[in-house]
């Protein structure tokens, strides 16, 4: 028989106070528990990547763009290519990743 496409579940036995520490902040975030898992570990991932690769230089930036799209800004941004503020009300580029990061860029970075 061909397993290979069954998930698995993987159960952790954790303290009382970190159950409720998790619960809590689930409940804080109106999220369920698993949902919040997730959440972090993705978020770690992605914290721990980018960190791996400013120490170690590996990626080039912005390698994880998968698309780009033209936006009008709702709300003051900050260019991820030169650090400059983009207002409110001005078209700017957003760069999609795979993940739930976004670059945006101003008009003279990604015109
Ligand atoms: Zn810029």
């Known amino acids: 028989m ?3 496409n069954k998930d698995y579940v993987i159960n952790l036995r954790v303290s009382r106070a970190t159950y409720e520490k998790i619960k809590h902040k689930a409940r804080e975030n ?9 959440k972090a ?5 992605e914290i721990i990547g980018d960190l791996s690769d400013e120490l170690f230089q ?4 912005f390698k994880d763009i998968i698309g780009y799209h033209r936006f009008k800004t709702a709300q003051e941004l900050e260019c991820a ?6 207002p409110a009300g001005e078209t700017a580029t957003v760069g999609e990743t795979e993940k739930t990061r976004k670059y945006f860029f101003c008009k003279i970075c990604r015109p």
């Not at 109106?30 to 997730?38: A, D, G, P």
């Not at 570990?41 to 991932?45: G, N, Q, Y």
């Not at 290519?81 to 983009?86: G, H, L, N």
Request: proline fraction near 0%; hydrophobic fraction near 20%.
């Open 2 to 4: 061909d397993n290979t």
């Open 30 to 38: 109106s999220e369920s528990v698993s949902t919040l898992i997730r």
């Open 41 to 45: 570990i993705s978020d770690s991932v």
């Open 58 to 61: 590996k990626r080039e930036k």
């Open 81 to 86: 290519q030169c650090r400059s503020k983009i």
